[in-house]
């Protein structure tokens, strides 16, 4: 499923490789300059793509732009007619957040992004985040033109044409630091509280 990225700068290849298999990446980038950060930017953007997406209130956002960049995530796949896997992995997460320190959540966007964009309207996607409770601040329930999600989920490595087949991994990041991790459906809800609050230290430990 997952897929080495190659000919792109370091810390977009990095992050691809973490994507390819590795469970955890973390890249410090030397922004030396406003120009290297700048370039660093524009190669991330190009990867991950800026396509419009949409959120549960309507809202379009653009993935690098507005969800991606210089944030803390953690990035969950989902669809709302999934009868199973999907409301317990949403039930999780919803519980995680709860388990985290205010000063840790308030640095974290829970992201969630629909694996049928066909059949998962903003309105429907709201729906079913009000109905197990995840409707919340700071956390993204995105659909939008299928073209568009289907390319930010094959880019995360989680597109699929077997919705029931979908995975249940987190994708979780330090957007800014370059540290991505891949956290799989058996890490305790404990140890995931772990995993973010460690990303969310990335940012105290960098002046």
Known sequence: MFKRIQNML?????????????????????????ADK????????????NVELIDQNGQRLKFYDDVLKDNVVVISFIFTNCG???PLMTRNLTMIRDMLPS??????NFISISLDPVR???????????THDADQERWLWLTGQPDNVNLVTKKLGT????????????????????????????????GVVQRLRM???????TP
């Not at 700048?38 to 990867?47: C, I, L, S, T, V």
């Open 10 to 34: 370091a810390v977009v290849a990095v992050t691809a490789a973490m994507l390819a298999g590795s469970s955890t990446v973390n890249l410090a980038v030397a922004a030396t300059s406003p």
């Open 38 to 49: 700048a370039a660093a930017e524009a190669k991330a953007r190009d990867y991950f793509t």
């Open 84 to 86: 199973g896997a999907c």
């Open 103 to 108: 000063h840790v959540r308030d640095e974290i």
């Open 120 to 130: 998962d309207t903003p309105n429907a996607m709201k729906e079913f985040a009000q």
């Open 159 to 190: 597109y699929t044409d077997e919705l029931e087949a979908h995975t249940t991994m987190l994708i979780a990041a330090n957007v800014r630091e370059s540290h991505w991790t891949k956290i799989q459906p058996n890490v305790p809800p404990n």
């Open 199 to 205: 990303l969310v230290e990335d940012n105290a430990a």
